[in-house]
């Protein structure tokens, strides 16, 4: 066994805790490593809860040689001013002290006269800039120019993206898009939580950003590798549970990476020794159980037909023609019409997603595995 940190629990639920806990995805990182050495950006797209931000953290720490990688996650920026700040403290916190890099990025990041802080919890510095608005876009653009001129090549993963879209300044993507093409030493990697924010930024042929990246379409991980990690998790943790086990939490998640994670590291832990079909349906019980509350929740937040649409979709499972007469009728939905507004909110308040299949039919689903087998039972 490696001297690598020991999980308690090999399941990781939330963030990344390194390759050996990392199912899987050799395809995506070669394909995003390869790109970037080819001097690409990428776009990872996909529905959520899926592994973007896991995939991304993967790369990052099998990048080659020579090269250095900087993640920031946008969702709390609010403007481009929160942008700079969370760039800026990120080039700080990710060059290694050691590297050849480290005094010149210090040096950089003091120019911009930021003021230097740091976090009360870890210790990692902090920079924030006190600066109006035009001077933003400049400690940007020379941030970027200076990356660009180091003997390192740089990728820098922006998580989140789609949160530029509510940033104030106007066209932000335009702009960014524009410093980004002028660079040859630095590479993005682009992914976002939100699927229909993160088409709009990449698909839209009217949008800057259309065609500029190479797109990975991330999609579930192959369900007999996840049941061989699966499986070889236990092992690390002295435990046993059979293939067709493994396979029957994979069926009833779909496969699902947060749900297998999640319903995975359950059972690890309350399992002695061999886990059994009882136990991992007794923990899938507990886990909606305590989830009803939110589940309830939801009928509060949506109006009725959008309820109603929801638990038809939950109850199906996969819906291919949700304005069909014979699924209105048999979930008594109203007009097509008043389904098609509902589908449209409960797409962008992310219960519902719509995939396409292999032949290229679209579908919907309910993004809640959780939520879908609850609403089965009821
Ligand atoms: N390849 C993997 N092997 C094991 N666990 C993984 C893997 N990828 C992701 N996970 C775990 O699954 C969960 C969801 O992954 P992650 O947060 O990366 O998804 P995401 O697609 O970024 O989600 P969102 O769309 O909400 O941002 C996390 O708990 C993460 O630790
Ligand atoms: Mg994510």
């Known amino acids: 066994m490696s001297d690598k940190l020991l999980l308690q629990n090999p399941f990781v639920v939330s963030g990344y805790r390194g390759d050996e806990y990392f199912c ?114 400049q400690n940007i653009d020379a941030t970027l120019k200076f990356l660009e001129t180091l003997e390192t090549r740089i990728v820098i993963a922006i998580d989140e993206f789609q949160q530029i879209l509510s940033y104030p300044e106007k066209n932000t993507d335009a702009w960014l898009r524009t410093r980004i093409q ?20 990449f698909s839209l042929p009217k949008r800057p950003f259309y065609r ?12 007999q590798t996840y049941c061989d990690f699966i499986l070889s998790m236990f092992e ?28 995975c590291s359950r059972v690890f832990s309350s399992t002695d020794k061999t886990a059994t079909s009882e136990q991992w349906k007794q923990q899938a019980s507990d886990l909606i159980q305590e989830q009803e509350i939110i589940f309830w929740g939801y009928r509060n937040i ?4 959008q309820w109603n649409l929801l638990k038809a979709i939950a109850h199906e499972k996969t819906v291919y023609l949700p304005t069909a007469h014979k699924f ?20 962008k308040y992310e219960m519902i997603y719509y995939d396409f299949d292999a032949k290229g039919k679209k ?9 879908q087998k609850w609403s089965e039972g009821k």
């Open 328 to 347: 209105i009728d048999k979930f008594h939905l109203g007009s097509s019409a008043t389904v098609l507004r509902s589908l449209k909110s409960l797409v």
């Open 24 to 137: 899987d995805r050799a395809k995506e990182t070669a394909q995003l490593i390869d790109n970037m050495t080819n001097g690409n950006s990428t776009t990872i797209i996909s529905i959520r809860r899926i592994g973007k931000t896991g995939l991304i953290r993967h790369v990052l720490e099998q990048l080659p040689e020579n090269w250095q990688g900087i993640y920031i996650d946008i969702l709390e920026t609010e403007n481009l001013s929160g942008f700079l700040n969370l760039l800026a403290t990120s080039i700080l916190t990710s060059v290694p002290e050691k590297s050849s890099i480290w005094k010149k990025s210090m040096d950089f990041v003091k120019s911009l006269r930021p003021v230097i802080g740091f976090d009360p919890l870890t210790g990692a510095p902090q920079a924030s800039f006190d600066i109006t608005d035009e001077y933003v876009a």
């Open 182 to 201: 002028q660079m040859k030493n630095v590479v993005f990697i682009f992914s976002g939580s939100q699927q229909h924010l993160m088409a709009e930024l």
């Open 302 to 305: 949506l109006t009725r037909p």
């Open 212 to 223: 500029s990246t190479q797109i990975i379409k991330l999609d579930k991980i192959d369900q």
């Open 236 to 263: 690390k943790g002295d435990k046993i549970i059979a293939p067709e086990t493994a396979h029957e939490i994979l069926d009833w998640t779909n496969t699902h990476t947060f749900y297998v994670q999640s319903l």
């Open 363 to 371: 579908y919907y689903c309910v993004y809640d595995v959780f939520f």
